[in-house]
């Protein structure tokens, strides 16, 4: 499993919880409990996914970029809620904490120093989401954690709360991300 500061993004924009009140209007913000991520209703819709063969970049790669995002297709989204914020390193240890869970090493790309000869993306065995290199305080985003780590995650909330938390589908984040749009989705590394 790749290890990388930008696996916060998986963490970010997807913890998702079903709601007994299906009367919580979109746009609510609500939390399941004091530790739990700030969460936002997402309303139901449609949208188109994919990309035009006019939103892609003209260069060497935009082929295949292309045919990542055909063919467009009409998808149907049921009312969710997903997280308004990043994960933060404080949300993070109170899971690291309650779960007695390993502060593990080997992040890639932390700012700490390699030996001699190794590259950026060489795993530091030092590093982790506790030890990246750069200061960071509670309420900065939770980074070197993986898509097994974000799994773990929100199952943990999942049995801390007795709602239902999960990863969004690609489909949820891209809806969640248009706003009602249909404007371009900037790539995030």
Not at 62 to 86: C, H, M
Not at 145 to 156: R, S
Request: aromatic share 10%; glycine share 6%.
């Amino acid at each position: 499993m790749i290890k990388c500061l930008c696996t916060i993004y998986i963490v970010a924009l997807v913890t998702i919880s079903s709601f007994a009140q299906v009367s919580v209007k979109p746009g609510t913000s609500f939390r399941d409990c004091p530790d739990c991520p700030e969460m936002i209703v997402i309303p139901a819709g449609s949208f188109t996914m994919g990309s035009p063969k006019s939103e892609v970049e003209h260069d060497a790669s935009s082929e295949t970029r292309l045919q990542l995002e055909r063919p467009l297709r009409v998808v149907n989204i049921q009312k969710f809620a997903a997280g308004k914020f990043d994960i933060t390193r404080a949300e993070w240890a109170a899971f690291v904490a309650d779960t007695d869970r390993p502060t593990t090493g080997d992040c890639t790309g932390s700012f700490l120093p390699g030996a001699p000869g190794s590259k950026p993306w060489d795993p530091h065995p030092e590093a982790s989401w506790a030890n990246v290199g750069f200061s960071q305080d509670d309420r900065h985003p939770v980074v070197c954690i993986t898509w097994n780590d974000a799994q773990d995650y929100v199952q943990w909330l999942s049995r801390k709360t007795g709602a239902n938390y999960r990863l969004l589908t690609e489909a949820e984040w891209e809806f969640a991300a248009r706003a009602g749009t249909s404007v371009p989705i900037p790539l995030r590394a």
